[in-house]
Each structure stands twice: as C-alpha cells, then as structure tokens.
C-alpha cells in the first residue's frame, strides 16, 4: 500500500510558523511515501482555476502532476494532450 499525504492552505510563513503538530508525527521517514502538497507558500500567484495558466506553470516548473488549491472544489484535468 502506497500512502499519500495531501496538504494545503498552510500560508507559511506569513500566517503560521510552521506545520500544525498533528502532522509531525506522520513525518517519519519511511511512513509516507508520497506528500502532495498545495495551498499559499507565498509565491507567486496564478489565477485561481485558470488551466492555461497553469499548464504554463507546469511546464516551467517541469513536473508531471500540478496540484493547485484555493478553488474549494476537486477537479483533476489531463491538458493539452497530458498523458
């Protein structure tokens, strides 16, 4: 079994220090083989549920799977000819 821990609207550092304790102890090595984590890292910002821009974003960043919040709703898109 492959487990994932998906994560977001953390808003770190601008409005918390850190990740909230409870997730401390999941963070052990070898417990969680994948993190998939989305929400404000205060970054830049690309506008929220705008897949060309995203798609932009994720070819910059060069990375098979973008996850991406703030639109309060799961959506999962293949784009522009995405395997």
């Known amino acids: ?3 994932v821990l998906a994560l977001g ?3 770190i550092p601008h409005r918390a220090a850190d990740l909230p304790t409870k997730f401390n102890s999941m963070l052990v090595p ?5 993190i998939v ?3 404000n890292l205060c970054s ?3 506008p929220w549920g705008d897949l060309d821009s995203l798609a932009m974003l994720q070819r910059q960043v ?3 799977i973008l996850a991406t919040g703030h639109t309060h709703q799961f ?6 000819g995405a395997s």
């Not at 959506?75 to 522009?80: D, F, L, N, P, R």
């Open 62 to 64: 060069d990375v098979d």
């Open 44 to 46: 830049k910002v690309v």
């Open 37 to 39: 984590c989305t929400g």
């Open 30 to 34: 070898g417990k969680i083989q994948h």
């Open 1 to 3: 079994m492959v487990l």
């Open 9 to 11: 609207d953390l808003h």
């Open 75 to 80: 959506k999962a898109y293949k784009h522009e």
